[in-house]
């Protein structure tokens, strides 16, 4: 499968924003899903993860209480609504899926279970 990430761009802190994952194959629907970010010098850093079906979701504590996930299978897509951000949010967003078989309760939080992914998409908070 393959993912496109969109909807970054510059927010001042405190504020909003959607980021949205598109898949290209039918079949997303089987796939777990989740989202990292990366800043330069860094390793990339997990922050939330979510099951096929949408039933189970998992959140960094960095995030907890001001990110969600979410996913509409119908139209193949996933979404990162992140709330009131700060400028340690600032970072590269990358959204990945895997396929592979587990029970669906099972969420991956590192990005070596992932093994696909999008081109990432630039969140900047300022201060």
């Known amino acids: 499968v393959q993912l496109q990430a969109f909807g970054g761009g510059l927010v001042q802190a405190g504020g909003s924003l959607r980021l949205s994952c598109a898949a290209t194959?039918?079949?997303?629907?089987?796939?777990?899903m989740g989202w990292f970010r990366q800043v330069p010098g860094k390793e990339r850093e997990f922050v939330a993860a979510?099951?096929?079906?949408?039933?189970?979701?998992l959140f960094a504590d960095s995030v907890k209480g001001r990110f969600t996930i979410s996913r509409d299978n119908d139209k193949m897509t996933g979404h990162l609504q992140m709330n009131s951000l700060k400028p340690e949010d600032t970072a590269v967003y990358y959204c990945?899926?895997?396929?592979?078989?587990?029970?669906?309760?099972?969420?991956?939080?590192?990005?070596?279970?992932?093994?696909?992914w999008g081109q990432g998409t630039q969140v900047t908070v300022s201060s």
């Open positions: 194959r039918r079949g997303f629907s089987r796939y777990g």
């Open positions: 979510i099951s096929w079906s949408g039933a189970y979701t």
């Open positions: 990945a899926a895997d396929n592979r078989l587990r029970r669906e309760s099972i969420l991956y939080t590192s990005s070596y279970e992932y093994d696909y």
